[in-house]
């Protein structure tokens, strides 16, 4: 038996040859144009941040003696022991927040040994009078 060996270099090549052209193949079929383009705005068109305008955050802290300090931009808005005080201040928050265009959203904070009823309370406060809410919580590392 004489001939050629099954492993020659010559069909190494071919078969590198083929690899190859199917290679390239795909390459030239594949589009590579943009599919869709987000016009975002010029940098001089932002003065200020959008969320600044529309919401009106007020930080609802709550502390181990089940008191309510509460916050909006970081200065005191008053403090509070009573339920009933903290829901009548909120409404009114809101509504003057309403005539300005903004949306309150109130933000729970309780801290790590406070009351969890008073936070449950707050919860329901806003749910009941239809104000956007977010609880604050730290993560606990295990």
């Known amino acids: ?3 050629r060996p099954i492993n020659s270099s010559g069909t190494i090549v071919r078969l590198v040859d083929v690899a190859l052209n199917i290679l ?3 390459i030239v079929i594949t589009d590579l144009t943009p599919k869709s383009q987000i016009r975002l705005p010029a940098p001089e068109k932002m003065e200020t941040p959008i969320i600044e305008e529309r919401y009106d955050y007020v930080i609802v802290k709550i502390d181990p003696t089940g008191n309510f300090r509460l916050e909006a931009e970081e200065q005191p808005l008053g403090e509070f022991q009573d339920l009933a005080a903290l ?3 909120l ?3 809101g509504t003057q927040s309403a005539r ?7 933000v ?3 801290e ?3 009351i969890l009823q008073r936070t449950v309370d707050v919860f329901d406060l806003c749910e009941r009078n239809g104000i956007a809410k977010s609880i604050h919580f ?3 590392a295990l």
């Open 1 to 3: 038996m004489r001939g």
């Open 24 to 26: 390239f193949g795909f």
């Open 87 to 89: 829901e009548t201040f």
């Open 91 to 93: 409404r009114q928050r």
């Open 100 to 106: 300005a265009g903004r949306q309150t959203i109130v």
């Open 108 to 110: 729970i904070d309780p």
């Open 112 to 114: 790590e040994t406070s």
């Open 138 to 140: 730290k993560d606990v």
